[in-house]
Every structure is written in structure tokens, then in C-alpha cells.
């Protein structure tokens, strides 16, 4: 029925707020705005990481895996 990682479930949304993420994010439906918003959550997180650590000395931009991490890949 659902990919493996899926998980069915219910939510109380505030449809305001919804319809804001929706522009935002360039989503119609409410699945597919959740998911992006998933998505960029964990993008955001790998980005501030990546920031960290380049602030303490801990990165090479020279290295492509160090870039990669920056964007979440």
C-alpha cells in the first residue's frame, strides 16, 4: 500500500498557514506541501551544520563531498 518509509497518518493543520507554504514552497496539494516542507527542513538543518563547521575551521569548499553535505545531498 505505501512505500517502504511511509507513514499514514493524521493531522490537524492550520489551513492559513497551509495555504502560505503552498506559495512558498510552489505546491498544490496537502501532501506535497508537507513533503516539501520536510525536505527543506532537512536541507535548512544539513546547511546550518555546514555553517558550523565552517566557521570553526572544519571545512574544505575545495573538497565536493564538503559542498555536497552543505546542500543536503
Known sequence: MYSKG???TTIV?????????KGALGTRG???TVDSALHQAV???ARRSFVRAMTAGETDLLDPEV???AWGA
Open 30 to 32: 496537502v501532501k506535497d
Open 67 to 69: 559542498t555536497k553535505r
Open 6 to 8: 511511509m507513514k499514514k
Open 13 to 21: 493543520l492550520n489551513e492559513e498557514l497551509l495555504d502560505k507554504a
Open 43 to 45: 536541507a535548512l538543518q
